[in-house]
Nanobody, 124 residues
């Protein structure tokens, strides 16, 4: 049984920073892909960043501003969000799947495990 639990998030002003953390548990960490997605109201869930044995990848919209980091010993995957913009406002989800694809999938439908989501709101 795999579980993902997000923490962090909240409200920030444009240009500010927030940090999200996801704790994943269950089974082995080998070949377990951890990915952050986000969903704004009325929009589809979109890829943000991923970290796994297959490497680190970012969406173009967050490249250079967000940093994903993973600690297999602690079983955490964090998302440091800098230079936040109002368009970063969304519900952020941590997702996981087992697999060896390189690069890993960047579509929400390809993930089997999800956290409950954490809200990020950026004011202008």
């Amino acid at each position: 049984q795999v579980q993902l639990v997000e923490s962090g998030g909240g409200t920030a002003q444009a240009g500010g920073s927030l940090r999200l953390s996801c704790l994943f548990s269950g089974r082995t960490v080998s070949r377990f892909v951890t990915t952050w997605f986000r969903q704004a109201p009325g929009m589809e869930r979109e890829f943000v960043a991923t970290a796994s044995h297959a490497g680190i990848y970012y969406a173009d919209s967050v490249e250079g501003r967000f940093i994903i980091s993973r600690d297999n010993g602690k079983r955490t995957v964090d998302l440091q969000m800098n230079d936040l913009k109002p368009e970063d406002t969304a519900l952020y989800y941590c997702a996981g799947r087992f697999g060896g694809d390189v690069p890993p999938p960047m579509v929400a439908g390809d993930y089997d495990y999800w956290g409950q989501g954490t809200q990020v709101t950026v004011s202008s």
